[in-house]
């Protein structure tokens, strides 16, 4: 349908985004299936309904919906002060202004208050690519990780996040969700188990078990795969939530693989790659880790496919990294 | 806009007596208190001790040792750092033993300078950084109402704390979802911590401000208990209202002790032994 008289059928808007990347559907429709369902859900965003998908939500609970127009801070305080009165908040906005602008908010009135909000960081990473880095979120996870009673939760493909919105409905206390645009190929199906704070192993591997976190779980099973048409004996774990971290899987996956390696879209810093040094280190255990994802730096402009070849965290750059990861004995590569 | 019944003088005048009172005793409890921590936000509670009391003894729906009672009227205190002064009015609520308050303060003490709805009953949020107080009372108003629940919720905030960015995002919010069960107080003593607020970053025209902003606006004398309860219980009993309210109390910070209400230091301080029983004294005669 074309959008407007003579215009390419190709051509599109912002209203018609939804249609062309239906990829975020998942989170509006899972919100206003739980309303239905009898939960005390409220959600709101800061003027990105269309991007994040929420208009869909409007449309069936416009009485439970609430725009907070580009006023982040706001969202995240009222959110604050909706779940002191019995409701259940879920904020949106892009994951660079949640988990940065909000940051103090995030702390002090959601966290440290025990309230149930749910703050939903969407085209997190780099997936907004050459909007470049006012819009980019490389350090998202280490400051809500870094925040005591926040857990953090990376889903890796839409369907995993219906599953962990659905899980989170019931969970106590409030939640950090990093989710991409959408567009993360498909792992899971609606009857796949998810459980927070439960990692998902993708088999086992003697020589290297590789850690990944939301979008790049999908890149690293295939570059997984393609590591053990080498003869590689590579597994991979689906570090789906970062905090409570399933550190039981981690130190099962150092005792069986001679090496680690994790994988995030973020930061090397703080984030998955932090968290499971942390572990290795207080645990006593000399495996070998390797972390990759981005460096001390920001990203370039690009577009994300690109920036994911140029930054190795594409499954042929995945594969690359471990590879070289395994062949260079004795220490992790710099 | 200030056309509320006035205070009738022989039916309240029990009630103004024991509201002026309790202003006293808030105040006199801020002395105590801070002569346990040995540190403490004189000056700033005292600007606000006749508007607490006002609420909590002439306006607000409470009910004595039930602090989560569903339809009660709530309390956020933007101006957290005043806390010690609100404290003990809590503790007449029956909100929690008012002993304790004796250990104000101390290691593992529920009660520190800035309130703390995860450890004090009958603090209806947390508060501490400003800025966030006029949000997080946008969205306690909003979610009550979204529940048919007709709750008024009060905030408190100081006139330094409306220089932060945060104040006029929920500002705007609050109006263009005429949250009109939302009452902003701004304790207009005129003062921050680096001194007189015009001289740090001015804020006037004030009332213009929120007017501009979609607010009804009232200003009124913050130490006249009369004038505050008549505007006050006035505000929280038009049900026809329809858009959320800003009342701006002109205040001395300091009220209550000559000294203080001249000398901006006072924001935070502390008194040795035979100046604070000069204090009390002077408080005492002062009421």
């Keep these: 349908m074309s959008i407007a008289p003579g215009l390419q059928p190709e051509s599109w808007h912002l209203l018609t985004l939804l249609e062309r990347a239906p990829g975020l559907h998942i989170l509006a429709d899972t919100l206003a299936d739980l309303v239905d369902e009898g939960h005390p859900i409220v959600a709101g965003t800061a003027d990105l309904k269309y991007s994040n998908g929420l208009i869909r939500f409007q449309n069936r609970h416009p009485d439970r919906y609430v725009q907070f127009g580009i006023s982040e801070q706001h969202m995240v305080s009222a959110a604050a002060g909706l779940a002191t009165t019995g409701l259940q908040p879920y904020v949106a906005t892009f994951a660079s202004f949640m988990a940065l602008l909000a940051c103090e908010q995030i702390r002090t009135d959601v966290a440290y208050t025990k309230q149930n909000v749910r703050l939903i960081g969407h085209h997190a990473g780099i997936t907004l690519g050459f909007y470049g880095t006012s819009h980019h979120a490389t350090e998202d996870l280490a400051m809500m990780r870094s925040i005591p009673g926040l857990a953090v939760i990376a889903p890796a493909d839409t369907a995993q996040l219906g599953l962990a919105l659905r899980a989170a409905s019931t969970y106590d206390g409030p939640i950090y969700f990093r989710i991409g645009r959408g567009q993360d190929p498909d792992i899971y199906s609606s009857q796949s188990e998810f459980i927070i704070g439960r990692s998902i192993q993708h088999g086992r591997g003697a020589d290297l078990t590789i850690i990944a976190t939301g979008s790049m779980v999908h890149p690293t099973l295939c570059a997984a795969e393609e590591l053990r048409g080498e003869g590689l004996s590579v597994g991979v774990i689906d570090m789906h939530t970062i905090k409570p971290l399933d550190e039981e899987a981690i130190m099962a996956a150092a005792a069986h693989s001679g090496a680690l390696m994790t994988v995030e879209e973020h930061s090397t810093t703080g984030g998955l790659g932090g968290a499971v040094a942390e572990v290795l280190t207080e645990r006593g255990l000399g495996t070998r880790l390797h972390r990759h994802g981005l460096k001390d730096e920001y990203a370039l402009i690009g577009p994300p496919t690109h920036l994911y070849r140029h930054y190795h965290l594409d499954s042929a750059g995945i594969a690359t990294t471990a590879r070289d990861f395994i062949n260079r004995r004795g220490g992790s590569p710099q | ?287």
């Design chain 2, 1 to 287: 806009m200030n056309d509320f019944p006035s205070a009738n003088p022989t039916q309240d005048a029990d009630l103004i007596r024991h509201i002026e009172e309790r202003a006293l005793f808030a105040r006199l409890e801020t002395v105590r208190l801070i002569s346990i921590a040995k540190t403490g936000h004189y000056a700033s509670g005292f600007s606000c001790a006749e508007i607490l009391a006002t609420l909590y003894y002439g306006v607000m729906r409470l009910r004595q040792g039930e602090p989560d009672w569903p339809a009660r009227d709530r309390f956020l205190f933007g101006k957290g750092h005043a806390a010690a002064t609100l404290y003990p009015l809590l503790a007449d609520w029956g909100f929690f033993d008012a002993a304790e308050l004796d250990d104000y303060t101390r290691l593992g003490s529920a009660f520190g300078d800035h309130p703390d709805m995860t450890k004090i009953p009958g603090i209806d949020f947390s508060s501490g950084s400003l800025g966030h107080a006029l949000s997080t009372g946008a969205g306690v108003a909003m979610g009550t109402r979204m529940q048919g629940n007709s709750a008024n919720v009060f905030v408190l905030l100081g006139d330094g704390e409306l220089h932060e960015g945060q104040i006029w995002e929920a500002a705007l919010g609050a109006a263009h979802h005429d949250v009109s069960n939302l009452i902003a107080i701004v304790d207009r003593n005129d003062h921050s911590l680096d001194g007189h607020i015009g001289g740090v970053t001015g804020i006037e025209p004030l009332a213009d401000k929120w007017t501009a902003f979609g607010w009804d606006v009232h200003e009124v004398d913050g130490h006249d208990v009369p004038a505050l309860l008549t505007l006050l219980r006035g505000i929280a009993s038009d049900t026809a209202r329809t858009r959320p309210v800003a009342v701006i109390a002109k205040t001395v910070k300091g009220k209550g002790i000559s000294y203080m209400e001249s000398e901006f230091g006072w924001h935070l301080g502390w008194l040795a032994e035979q100046d604070e029983l000069n204090a009390i004294e002077e408080l005492r005669n002062n009421a």
